[in-house]
């Protein structure tokens, strides 16, 4: 099993500053998925990275992927309390397509 | 665009007894997916359907739990019968066929309490 490890699991953070989350695999990825959870609802999925090096933008959401394609960072800046919540990291399986999570970091930012 | 459908949200029931969730995907998706996310973790996949066919059950126990999606449309998720450790979120998934990087997209799930 080729497990994805989050950290940190939890962050509490004041309205208005940086942080940033990794994702970090002994293996290589061919794709890597973020998803951001609420309470009480699904994952919804925030963006997809495939190439090693690939940043990408989402507002005030920045992505990267590890060149080596076996880590992942999510780094937010201005933290606002609506980025609330649980943040999973995602690949896909082996054979058939079915998503890997890792066990995800619990976000709060308070006001 | 109506999102996935899962009932009941909720659902509290003794040891031993039996209980069944429904999934109603999105209209054209031929894949989905049911997932047990226990409090704390992330989703694990229990099983896959490509149309009403079975793609990945690996992670399913099958001893107690059993699903089906006839018609290859709507879902049902069965666990009987149930254990304490079977309390979790069962999200239900469903995304398009075909792309190695298809977008899923996931109900709102029915939160199990064995009591």
């Known amino acids: 099993t080729q497990l994805l490890e989050q950290s940190p699991q939890f962050l509490s953070i004041q309205e208005g500053e940086n942080l940033t989350v990794y994702c970090n695999s002994s293996s290589v990825f061919s794709s890597l998925q973020w998803y951001r959870q609420e309470p009480g609802e699904g994952p919804v999925l925030l963006v997809t990275v495939v190439t090693g090096g690939e940043v990408k933008k989402l507002k005030r959401l920045t992505f990267q992927f590890g060149d080596a394609r076996k880590d992942s960072s999510l780094h937010i800046t201005a933290a606002q309390p609506g980025d609330t919540g649980l943040y999973l990291c995602a690949r896909k399986g082996g054979g058939a397509d079915g998503l890997t999570f890792g066990k995800g970091t619990h976000l709060i930012i308070q006001p | 665009e109506a999102g996935v459908a899962q009932s009941p949200r909720y659902k509290i029931i003794e040891k031993r007894q039996s209980v069944a969730f429904w999934c109603n995907p999105i209209?054209?998706?031929?894949?989905l997916y049911w997932y047990q996310q226990i409090l704390g973790q992330g989703p694990k996949l229990l099983i896959q359907f490509q149309n009403n066919g079975v793609v990945d059950d690996s992670q399913l126990p099958k001893d107690r739990f059993s699903a089906e999606r006839l018609k290859g449309v709507d879902s049902t998720l069965k666990i009987q019968p149930a254990k304490l450790e079977d309390s979790a979120v069962y999200l239900c998934?469903?995304?398009?066929?075909?792309?190695?990087?298809?977008?899923?997209?996931f109900g709102q799930g029915t939160r199990l309490t064995v009591v």
């Open positions: 998934a469903s995304s398009l066929w075909g792309a190695r990087n298809t977008e899923a997209f």
């Open positions: 209209s054209g998706h031929a894949t």
